[in-house]
């Protein structure tokens, strides 16, 4: 079995984070355990029917991590951004995931193109989501590069 390219494995590592951040926020799942699960039954395997793509796993582990290891810096991050009125809880709760793991990247991770990452996470709101989402997702994400990434 020839490996993924890097893209597509980074693809599938930001999906699988988004629902392991999902589950760790709905089960309060230890983040050691978390991780364990997804490498022995989730990462490039089949689930019902599904073929989930061979994920970067230490890319996975560093977005999963880093994300709940910031995840105060980084909501209040994504709050200032939101319109006035809104907040996280009034956000679906993949649609928070989404946006958490977005501004992690653009965070913590410089060796990933702004509008790369960007448009990663844009892709991921479109497995969810209609179009609508998706530019909202486009649009946080954008205002949340131009404060932290010059």
Do not use: C
């Amino acid at each position: 079995m020839s490996k993924p390219a890097k893209s597509t494995a980074r693809s599938a590592a930001r999906l699988a984070a988004v629902q392991a951040l999902y589950q760790y926020h709905m089960e309060k799942t230890p983040p050691a355990r978390l991780l364990n699960e997804f490498h022995q039954h989730r990462l490039g395997r089949e689930i019902e029917d599904e073929q989930y793509a061979e994920a970067e796993v230490a890319f996975f582990d560093d977005l999963v991590s880093g994300t709940i290891a910031r995840a105060e810096e980084i909501d209040a991050l994504v709050a200032s951004k939101l319109s006035e009125g809104w907040s996280l809880t009034r956000l679906d709760k993949t649609m928070v995931q989404i946006l958490r793991v977005g501004t992690y990247e653009l965070l913590a991770r410089a060796d990933v193109p702004t509008g790369a990452a960007i448009s990663e996470y844009v892709d991921v709101a479109h497995a969810f989501f209609e179009e609508r989402e998706a530019k909202f997702v486009n649009g946080l994400l954008d205002a949340v590069a131009k404060e932290v990434r010059q």
